[in-house]
């Protein structure tokens, strides 16, 4: 299994979003950090705005931020918005779905269980648990304008 390259720039813009928590964070900037074209985060923000992941505002002193704290964005959430497009299999695809081998395979019920497996585990890990008490993570991805710590609170893990 491979992620696209859009999940991908979506996990770096929303973890740059939620290192330089409430401050608005500029595509321009995230393409530096994150080492990325700011055409293809162009996409990949827009697909984030739409499905609430994050708030942008255009203009000059515009940019994005978090839609709603990074404890309740599961990255499991994220990797459907943006995989689920791509099916993962020949067999997955309706429409598409030219495989002689669909009636009688069972393949397909294995992936399909795996696939299930796979998100169930992503479900459970928030844009929180990746970014909170990461230094390392902060230290790639924390923009001039924010404060040298976290200005995020991080919840005490359990």
Known sequence: MRLTMRTNLAMRVLMACAVNDRHMVRRADIARVAGASENHLAQ???????????????GRSGG???ARPAEEISIGQVFRQFEDVVPFAEC???????????GACRLRVA???????FYSELD?????DLVCDNAALEALLALPQTAPRFA????PRH
């Open 64 to 66: 994005m931020s978090l």
């Open 152 to 155: 995020m609170e991080c919840a």
């Open 111 to 117: 992936l399909k269980s795996a696939l299930d497996a």
């Open 44 to 58: 990949v923000v827009h697909h984030l705005s739409l499905h609430g992941f994050v708030d942008t505002i255009r």
């Open 124 to 128: 459970g890990i928030s844009l929180a």
């Open 92 to 102: 997955f695809s309706r429409g598409e779905n030219t495989c002689p081998l669909a």
